[in-house]
């Protein structure tokens, strides 16, 4: 079953930085766009940044503008989410999954290759 793997999340003060990275497993990533998701306690899941399959279109959620950077490497299968100066609002799990292109009208249970998602802890 194609899926991801997500990690790089851990317990970090206010202000800190974390580098989280996305592995594909069992599927070729070169095909796909990837949207990095993150879920707080009680909230639904929502959306962060994706990037496009040649990494020419991303987009970012408005909270997150300049302080996270998705990238994308195609010969490692994998895709990474840069978040610079994190708040307690950025604390969830963070999960990525796959669909054809990024668009903020493509509903999320259209997204496939759910991973078990790393924990983000944002707190002094």
């Known amino acids: 079953q194609p899926h991801f793997v997500e990690s790089g999340g851990a317990l970090v003060q206010p202000g800190g930085s974390l580098s989280l990275s996305c592995e594909a497993s069992g599927f070729n990533l070169v095909y796909y766009a990837v949207r990095w998701f993150r879920q707080a306690p009680g909230n639904r899941r929502e959306g962060v940044s994706c990037i496009s399959i040649d990494g020419g279109k991303i987009s970012y959620k408005d909270s997150v503008k300049g302080r996270f950077t998705i990238s994308r490497d195609n010969e490692k299968n994998t895709v990474y989410l840069q978040m610079n100066n994190l708040t307690s609002e950025d604390t969830g799990v963070y999960y990525c999954?796959?669909?054809?292109?990024?668009?903020?009208?493509?509903?999320?249970?259209?997204?496939?290759?759910w991973g078990q998602g790393t924990q983000v802890t944002v707190s002094s």
């Open positions: 999954a796959f669909t054809y292109y990024c668009s903020d009208f493509i509903s999320i249970t259209e997204y496939k290759g």
